[in-house]
């Protein structure tokens, strides 16, 4: 029985639990148009207390007030018995980056959508869908959770705002700093096609999803291939209104699967003592464990690349084996570095601060050539991720 309450603007309806995913999404999107959902911590004025408050791209969770962004899925998540007494209202957003300049406005849209459902069981609660075809500004104020009589209620508004981000985000007190402006600093260029020519650079980052790369030499010109992951414990530092929460220390460990033509199929990690073996099968080795994340040479896989013809895939992840999940603080990268080859750079660039485990890459063996693929997909746990890409391992618990 489907008891969701479809709303129009103005209306308002109880939140029958305070675990939430809420979804926008939107009708035809013409191309050229970038599109951002943002949110806003409100206290009793109707404003942010801090910048931190300002939940986007660049800054997307506030863990200690249970709210994370999701920018490519669009999607919040919401822990309301988490969020402290002063944050009154949870304003929803959604801009077009750099609309005015270019000519755009929510009428080309048609159609802007909000669904609120059960974190737990994913049934639905409410929906909103507004009709964008008058609205000519570049910025909406979609809805809003806020406080009633000790409870929360969501309310469908549906205004639009003249200008984008940064106008919006100072109607609600955000310090702005002129010089961060806009998500244009993020717009992304069209790709090189990396594949198809010599590299000659000096690094290369993978910067979508899915993208991938193949390396200028065959099995038999390799001597070793280094996959490092480097990150931090502690929150990046920043200016203007990027400044980050005080979080707790975490452990992030690099591991691998491995798969050989041959069937083959094992683990290379920390956790159980798997540090593999450079010189004998598999042929694969982790250095260290590096606990604290404050290495400066961070945690390296060193794989025998004279092997790598007998290779058909290896599955580069990194997890958190102690301490709440919060990757949107670690600042993780991974670096792949060949003899005679550009560093291949893989950045944990979107967060899903409910999971405890990353699948970063993979290596494929192509006609004994090296293909790096950047994955950036999250799960809650080894299990999961072997299923997902089927691998076919069993897992127990284990420790180090």
Known sequence: MNNRIDLVAGQNCPLSTPSLHILVSHGTC?????????????????????????IFFNQPAKVEQGILLEPEQSRFTLHLERTSSDVQKISLAMTIADGASKGQNFSQLNSVTVLVKDFLTGMEIACFTLDTAPNKETALILAECYR??????????????????QPLAEHFGVDVNEAENSSSATTESPLPDVTAAKLNLSKVTLEKKGQSISLDKQAGELSEIMVNLNWNATPVKSVGFFRKAEIEGIDLDL???????????????ALGGHFGNFHAFPFIELDQDDRSGQSVVGETLRINGRYWQEFRRILIYTFIYEGIPNWSHVDAVITIKIKDQ?????????????????????????????????LVDYFSGHQEMDIAYGWGLNYVAGSK
């Open 30 to 54: 013409p191309q050229g148009i970038e599109l951002d959902v943002s949110a806003f911590l409100l206290n009793a004025q109707g404003k942010v207390s801090t910048d931190d408050d300002f």
């Open 148 to 165: 009633h009589q000790g409870n929360w209620k969501f309310r469908a508004i549906g205004q639009g705002f003249v200008g984008g981000l």
């Open 255 to 269: 591991a691998c699967l491995w798969e050989f033509e041959q069937g083959e199929i094992g683990a290379t990690q």
């Open 342 to 374: 550009p560093d291949i750079e893989v950045r944990l660039d979107s967060y899903r601060n409910d999971q405890f485990l990353c699948a970063i890459a993979v290596l494929e063996n192509i006609n004994n050539q090296v293909k790096i693929t950047k």
